[in-house]
């Protein structure tokens, strides 16, 4: 069974940065650099949106529309933690950040950390 540790959350100011963790344990047949890895995020209120995913095949990129710019998804291997940096925090960035981690069938999410933008 896969486990997600997602920190580095916290509250900022806008325009401020911010670095999530995600970081991957118990693999037993497979290894953190087969997956694919995303971050979602949820507001109050609202349903849970896809931010970004580093794809294992070829390493593509995907970003939302609203954060392309601005946030940067990467991973390093060798600690089996991805990241999320992200740059110029806007109020509507609030929410709470889940990473997930998918290969094939098989998907995996973190308990998530709190992010909260405001002035």
């Known amino acids: 069974q896969v486990h997600l540790v997602e920190s580095g959350g916290g509250s900022v100011q806008p325009g401020e940065s911010l670095r999530l963790s995600c970081a991957a344990s118990?693999?037993?047949?497979?290894?953190?650099?087969?997956?694919?890895m995303s971050w979602y995020r949820q507001a109050p209120g609202k349903e849970r949106e896809f931010v970004a995913s580093l794809l294992r095949a070829g390493g593509n990129y995907w970003y939302a529309d609203n954060v392309r710019g601005r946030f940067t998804i990467s991973k390093d291997i060798a600690k089996n933690t991805a990241y999320l940096q992200m740059n110029n925090l806007k109020s509507e960035d609030s929410g709470v950040y889940f990473c997930?981690?998918?290969?094939?069938?098989?998907?995996?999410w973190g308990q998530g950390t709190q992010v909260t933008v405001s002035s």
């Open positions: 997930k981690a998918k290969n094939g069938a098989k998907e995996y």
């Open positions: 118990g693999f037993t047949r497979s290894r953190f650099s087969m997956y694919d």
